[in-house]
């Protein structure tokens, strides 16, 4: 009892977070070691993995203002002004058999898009780091059009950082390409981070583990995450010492983002015209996406990200492929 109230006092004086330790059953049915910050400044992928997986867990840092809550993340409420909204009761999903005081970590394929899935681990000792991070800036996540803006505006100027799902500090992995998205300055340091420190403040004080799962979420074949859904589960303890569920906005005040390919613009100004919506820079074709059955111009450049086994081109009239279940793309709209 000592230490979970020395953890709790720290988190809460060092973060201004109360911290709500809820016991928790799961559902049987500071480094900123999440992201670039030094460097550079339609739903869900909720496939599960063939292999046995790793998850992380933590508590979750309740604001001061009461935080909106959700079943599922189909049913998040729009950004309101809190980087986060809790879901499910604030109780992660984890089935009985992924849980495990095991120590490892998994990582899904990328999908068609070049899309991270979701990633898991249980976090141990074992796995954090012993070395300094390495330069992640050779991944170039998907929706990464970073543009700097005031420091006033965006801690750092740079609206966006190669974000880990499972921070560095945890499991250290660095340059990753199944780990890395591409994430706002706010997601990353008001959103992930103290659920990132609080899992590892918890792992270091105990020696215990704690599951932690982190799922992009996506809409349709948008290249930009709208934001990410986080569990954390401690093992030992059976979730009395971190135990949450949340989603966490993948925004930035003030500034609009166009989420199907990651541009963004400050808000009030007009939205810049992209080589992919001058018609004068379009040749006629089309290019097709035979696994999510998507049509677009072959300048889209969500055209650019299809795989070669998932790519067709094709020049005419398209009523046949609408009639084959073929879908415009909502970027580049060629359908309209």
């Keep these: 009892m000592k230490l979970k109230r020395s953890i709790a006092f720290l988190i809460a004086l060092v973060l201004a977070l109360s911290i709500v330790f809820t016991a928790c059953d799961t ?31 933590e508590s979750t840092p309740e604001s001061e203002t009461t935080v909106d809550t959700a079943a599922t993340p189909e049913d998040v409420s729009e950004y309101s002004g809190k980087p986060y909204v809790v879901l499910n009761g604030n109780k992660p999903e984890f089935k009985d058999d992924e849980i495990t005081d095991k120590a490892y970590e998994f990582y899904s394929k990328l999908d068609s898009l070049g899309r991270c899935g979701y990633t898991m681990s249980c976090v141990g000792k074992e796995l954090m780091p012993t070395e300094d991070r390495e330069s992640i800036s050779s ?73 932690y799962r982190v799922t ?21 303890d059976k979730g009395e010492g971190v135990c949450f569920n949340v989603y966490v906005y993948n925004v930035q005040p003030g500034i609009v983002i166009n989420y199907a390919n990651g541009d963004n613009w400050l808000s009030g100004e007009t939205p810049p015209q992209t080589e992919t919506e001058s018609e004068t820079s379009w040749d006629g074709k089309y290019v097709l996406n035979k696994s999510s059955k998507k049509i677009h111009k072959s300048n889209c450049s969500n055209a650019k990200t299809i795989s070669e086994q998932n790519r067709q081109e094709h020049i005419g009239l398209l009523d046949d492929l609408v009639a084959q279940g073929y879908s415009g793309c909502g970027l580049c709209k060629p359908l309209e």
């Design 139 to 211: 991944v170039k996540p998907t929706g990464w059009i970073n543009n700097k803006y005031d420091t006033e505006l965006v801690d750092g100027g740079y609206i966006y950082n190669r974000c880990h799902l499972i921070g560095f500090q945890l499991t250290g992995e660095n340059a990753n390409k199944e780990n890395l998205i591409t994430g706002t300055r706010y997601m990353n340091v008001d959103g992930m981070l103290p659920f990132e420190n609080m899992v590892a403040d918890y792992v270091k004080e105990t020696d215990n583990h704690v599951m």
């Design 27 to 57: 559902d049987t049915s500071s480094d900123f070691g999440n992201d670039d910050a030094f460097e550079d400044g339609q739903k869900e992928n909720l496939n599960k993995p063939d292999k046995k997986t790793e998850k992380k867990t």
């Design 216 to 236: 992009p979420i996506y809409v349709g074949n948008n290249l930009l995450a709208s934001g990410v859904q986080m569990e954390a589960y401690s093992v030992e």
